[in-house]
């Protein structure tokens, strides 16, 4: 058991909450109340040392207003299986969700490189410079959605798992499903790239490095926000590939870029929906200090030393510091349509 694990068990304790054993495929951990064993959540064994038990302790409150935590109190009996608010009529989903947003034209800026370098252009099949290999093999890493990775299915089980525990409408759940098909698609066509490149690496399990993917999600909020901020980010990555030096990575960016984007605008929806109650609005007002560092930390260091390299062989059109903010600029703009003021973008921040 790893120290991160314990810090994550002995935090949780505190409120009444235990870790259940690890998913399928590791990584990733149920949150279960220790009095009548119902899942209220789910948290990542990849989140930075101590950071586990500022969260909780900076929650607090919210476990002892039972907006966190388990609705039977640590009392009682459990809960029913079938969350409050299921009720109604399902009718067709506005799926996909990137199609309003691409109705007037383009939503994302377009990233434009600045400075002058080569012209390359690579397909499948070619010899490929060996640090040209080695930066597209470390941006698939990051990328992490292959078919071959189980670390990501594992993943796509987490939001399995929330969907049936904690959605509010069967619309929401509805539409955590199209996602999840479409995640799966981006699986399959990452996968195809990967083994294209590298046969051995197409078929290599990498967990999520970054924190951001293993913060814990113990309410609908987290989840809209997990959506909004972090798939989001990988619109604006595929909207990059889109001038991208290697061909194949190119061919799928407008796709990738196209869905990633309808999933940011489902966390919105979903946002949107939570805070036209008052309640539901102050929950959201205060995980926003916990995911929109995460969201700005996704991007890097700005003083990257393989930026440059990144550039100059035409895998990437910026830096770090430049996609963060023209990211920053876009996300600042959609939390005022909600009514919220954005935090200092230095305030919990890990990577500057």
């Given at each position: 058991?790893?120290?991160i ?7 949780y ?17 149920r949150l279960?109340?220790?009095a ?10 990849r989140?930075?040392p101590g950071?586990?038990?500022a ?16 609705a ?6 459990a ?16 799926w ?7 109705a007037q ?14 012209r ?15 930066l ?31 959605f ?27 083994v ?15 924190y ?23 619109a604006f ?11 194949p ?29 008052p ?5 959201v ?13 996704m991007?890097g ?5 393989n ?29 005022g349509t ?14 500057l």
């Open positions: 058991m790893s120290d694990v314990e810090e994550i068990r002995a935090a304790a505190r409120v009444g909450v235990r870790l259940d054993q690890p998913a399928t495929y590791g990584t990733y951990y279960l109340c220790a009548c064993g119902r899942m209220v959540g789910n948290v990542g064994d989140l930075l950071m586990a038990a969260l909780v302790e900076s929650q607090a409150d919210l476990y002892a207003s039972g907006q966190l935590g388990c039977c109190r640590h009392s009682g009996p809960p029913s299986a079938e969350p409050a608010g299921v009720a109604g009529k399902t009718g067709p989903t506005p996909p969700l990137w199609r309003q947003a691409y034209g383009d939503p994302l800026p377009r990233l434009q490189c600045e400075v002058s370098r080569p390359y252009e690579f397909d499948e099949g070619d010899v490929l410079p060996e640090e040209y290999k080695g597209l093999l470390k941006m698939l890493r990051h990328e992490g959605e292959r078919a071959g990775n189980k670390s990501f299915l594992g993943f796509m089980a987490t939001c399995l798992d929330l969907a049936e525990a904690i509010p409408t069967r619309e929401a759940r509805l539409l955590k499903a199209e996602y999840l098909a479409e995640e799966l698609k981006h699986a399959i066509m990452f996968h195809r790239l990967a294209g490149l590298d046969p051995d690496f197409a078929l290599l399990d990498v967990p999520y490095a970054h951001a993917f293993h913060l814990p999600r113990e309410t609908w909020a987290d989840d809209a926000f997990f959506h909004f901020f972090v798939d989001l980010n990988g990555h595929a909207r990059d590939w889109r001038e991208s030096s290697y061909v990575l190119a061919m799928m960016s407008a796709t990738v870029e196209r869905d990633e984007l309808g999933h940011s605008e489902m966390g919105l929806r979903f946002l949107t929906e939570i805070c036209a109650e309640r539901g609005k102050a929950l007002r205060r995980l926003l200090d916990k995911w929109y560092p995460a969201a700005l930390d991007f260091r700005s003083d990257s030393p930026a440059p390299k990144f550039i100059h062989w035409g895998l990437k059109s910026v830096g770090n510091a430049e996609i963060r903010r023209t990211y920053k600029a876009y996300v600042d703009r959609k939390l909600l009514g919220l003021e954005p935090p200092d973008e230095r305030k919990n921040r890990r990577f």
